[in-house]
């Protein structure tokens, strides 16, 4: 079995420079190596959604210390310097080159920063013909102090979440995240801590492994609105693994490119002890717009509904009968449940669906209930 082979079956992790471009993706590896060469070498419009956390190019000069005297372990690694702004936009434009051509056109790519790189970031973004869809704002719960007293608190950091252009016909899992958000829409602010405690990825001396780890709960929401089970998720940046992680818990399938020997050491240890949830777990509220399209008169015609039946609008106002073709009539209007529902309430439309109901035991059932329950004996 030949590398590429071995790679795709998830038993090799690391691709040796002699290897050529690659026409099959390595799924659930981390694959050592510069982002940009590494991300030259994957097919294209081949992976369904990018998580990108690349250098923010703080910039930060001489060392900041606690007021009790302890250093702040801050972002002083080579991989986050660059001689100058130039040479980072350089950079972003080269990565992002890349990241266009393997995103699916179905796909999306989801870019986090902070107020050093974001703005630049975003620009980069337009200029290559992302389309921005949201910029969310992660508000941390327990940010780090500003120990100098010389501005503000920075307690959030942005993500840039784009598809390839306006028309794009991109995953978004609504209801899944009106679920995880208490049945509410789901807003742009998301209040989350940062990475801490037993989950915060340490070295063999103790110490944190990455200055920016992110949480696995930013990563669990990011995945969990625009990706199905078995999508593959690119993170090019990839850290100590937490898009790895969070990908595997979900069913997702993932690919990692990272630079630095001692973050793919821990990030492989750390993955390969991710439990995946039970299939079942996995499961996600169904979107209506992926829903069969089913016809009211379907409804009729199977007997869920049979003609005649009385049809109550929620509030009692209003009744209409069923007729065997699938339309109502009722308060001297005719015709389908949607057009009788705006009739009677004077509106330019109306979702029949949920305007109309049928009495059951003393209690009023929306018809969508019983178009659901038609669905799910498909």
Request: charged share 25%; proline share 6%; with cysteine.
């Amino acid at each position: 079995m030949n590398l590429v082979s071995r790679i795709a079956e998830g038993q090799g992790s690391l691709r040796p420079k002699a290897i050529g471009p690659r026409e099959i993706l390595p799924f659930n590896v981390i694959i050592q190596g510069d982002c940009i060469d590494e991300m030259s070498k994957l097919p294209d419009r081949s992976v369904d959604m990018i998580f990108a956390d690349p250098p923010y190019n703080l910039q930060l000069g001489g060392d900041l210390f606690r007021p009790e005297g302890a250093r702040v372990d801050a972002v002083d690694d080579d991989w986050d310097k660059f001689d100058s702004l130039a040479t980072y936009d350089n950079f972003t434009r080269d990565w992002l080159e890349q990241a266009r051509r393997i995103l699916k056109d179905t796909g999306t790519i989801w870019v986090i920063g902070s107020y050093h790189n974001i703005y630049r970031v975003g620009a980069l973004l337009q200029d290559a013909e992302f389309w921005i869809l949201n910029d969310i704002v992660w508000r941390k719960s327990n940010p780090m102090p500003n120990f100098r007293g010389t501005r503000f608190t920075n307690a959030h950091e942005t993500l840039l979440w784009c598809a390839k252009d306006e028309k794009a016909r991109y995953t978004f899992n609504y209801r899944a995240m009106k679920a995880l958000n208490e049945d509410l829409q789901m807003r742009s602010d998301w209040y989350l801590p940062i990475c801490a405690g037993p989950e915060r990825v340490k070295g063999a001396d103790g110490a944190k492994a990455h200055p920016t780890q992110k949480p696995e709960a930013l990563l669990y929401r990011i995945l969990l609105a625009c990706t199905k089970p078995g999508d593959v998720v690119l993170d090019p940046f990839f850290g100590t693994g937490t898009t790895g992680a969070v990908a595997r818990r979900l069913g997702r399938r993932w690919i990692g490119i990272e630079r630095e020997t001692a973050y793919v050491k821990v990030a492989r240890e750390r993955i390969a002890s991710t439990l995946p949830l039970d299939e079942s777990a996995m499961q996600t509220v169904p979107d209506k717009r992926e829903q069969p399209r089913v016809a009211f008169g379907t409804l009729v015609e199977s007997g869920l509904i049979p003609p005649g039946t009385a049809l109550i609008d929620g509030k009692r106002r209003w009744s209409a009968s069923v007729r065997a073709d699938g339309s109502i009539v009722g308060v001297g209007k005719s015709g389908s449940i949607h057009q009788v529902g705006a009739a009677l309430q004077g509106a330019p439309s109306c979702n029949g669906w949920t305007f109309w109901h049928v009495e059951q035991g003393g209690m009023l059932q929306p018809l969508d209930a019983l178009r659901q329950q038609y669905l799910s004996a498909l």
